[in-house]
């Protein structure tokens, strides 16, 4: 079969490899539909794993089941996710499932970005949601990044009515824009650099947008009631991005870390304006698992999201390349998806 396979981000090749043979417990999906991430674009964090096959947005069909899988059968149509927690640890046992071991260790056989993909047992288990008739393979790859965001919403404490404000409108910041929006946020603002993206962000769902170096604490108070955001939600790993979100956010607002910083760098915060007399909570979401990717299906089935028109490219696995360039130039692109059966 034909795979993506990454060395950098601008070095994506088309190799070819056995389709994976599955064994008891396992299931061989076919996949229709595979997301470009803007993780997958990390490429500091990937290094020293290439070359990889990534992807892991991803849905299909399951083409063979091995001896004993219970749940699912050919011919099922599937949402699947990459790594799964245990359930059963510390970790689990206290809510962040994301943060498990076996999350970390659990991964499907090679990766999204290519025809076919084995999912090991405990990934058939844990890691599978089988898709409604209405919602199509593209929606359904979208299972795992809504899932991060009714997450990072959930950890976040959102509630219906808050004043939310993006940092980040890439197709990540977009699904929060969306998905804050159609929960019942008060008023949804958005900060980018790329007026392209920008707009985006007023078509899903925010009132008003404002680019990075634009006084965006004024222009929110003038907007918001003389208020700034209850919740501030970080999609951008720039540190002048985290230094601008402390000066974003309301007392007794949270500011949601949604991305990794640039590096490892220590940043610095303005200890006292944020914690004394302010009541402010920021805190962090990675990933997803299986309690939000329920949640992020039942969403994306009611139709309410405009999942559709996030997606700005679809492309054939042959043009994997052109897709991460894209992805990364982040031009006119906010949701490449990858069609790997054409
Ligand atoms: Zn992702
Ligand atoms: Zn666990």
């Known amino acids: 079969m034909r795979v993506g396979m990454y060395y950098s981000n601008k070095d994506v090749r088309v190799e070819q490899k056995p389709v994976p ?38 849905a299909g069909e399951i083409v063979e089941a091995g001896e004993g899988v219970e749940g699912f059968k050919v011919g099922d149509r599937v949402s699947v996710t990459h790594h799964v927690p245990c359930l059963n640890c510390h970790y689990c046992r206290t809510g962040h499932e994301t943060t498990c071991d076996t999350l970390r260790r659990t991964n499907f056989d090679p990766g999204g970005f290519c025809e076919f993909v084995r999912l090991p047992a405990i990934n058939v288990q844990l ?21 991060c965001v009714v997450r990072g919403l959930r950890l976040a404490r959102f509630r219906p009515g808050l004043t939310v404000l993006v940092m980040g409108t890439g197709a990540s910041g977009l699904l929060y824009v969306n998905v804050a929006f159609v929960l019942g946020a008060g008023r949804v603002f958005g900060v980018d650099l790329s007026p392209m993206r920008l707009e985006a962000a007023r078509t899903f769902g925010a009132i008003s947008t404002f680019e990075a170096e634009d006084g965006v604490p004024a222009r929110l108070r003038s907007m918001n009631e003389g208020r700034l955001a209850d919740l501030v939600i970080l999609c951008a790993g720039a540190p002048e991005a985290i230094a601008q979100s402390h000066r974003c956010v309301e007392r007794g607002g949270t500011v949601l870390f949604s991305a990794p910083c640039n590096g490892n760098q220590p940043v610095s915060l303005p200890f006292n304006d944020l914690f004394w007399r302010n009541e402010i909570t920021l805190t962090s979401t990675y990933g997803s698992a299986p309690a939000d990717s329920n949640e992020a299906l039942a969403l994306i089935r009611s139709g309410r999201l405009h999942l559709k028109n996030m997606i700005t490219h679809r492309l054939g696995l042959g043009e994997i390349g052109k897709g991460f360039r894209l992805a990364l130039e982040a031009r006119d692109a906010l949701k490449v998806m990858i069609e790997p059966q054409r």
């Open 21 to 58: 043979k599955i064994g008891p417990g396992e299931v061989l999906v076919k996949i229709h539909a595979s997301g470009i991430c803007g993780s997958d674009l990390m490429e500091w964090y990937r290094a020293n794993r290439v070359p990889v096959v990534l992807g892991h947005e991803v």
């Open 127 to 147: 890691g599978v949601v089988r898709l409604p008739d209405g919602v199509s393979y593209e929606e359904g790859s979208m299972v795992e990044p809504v899932g």
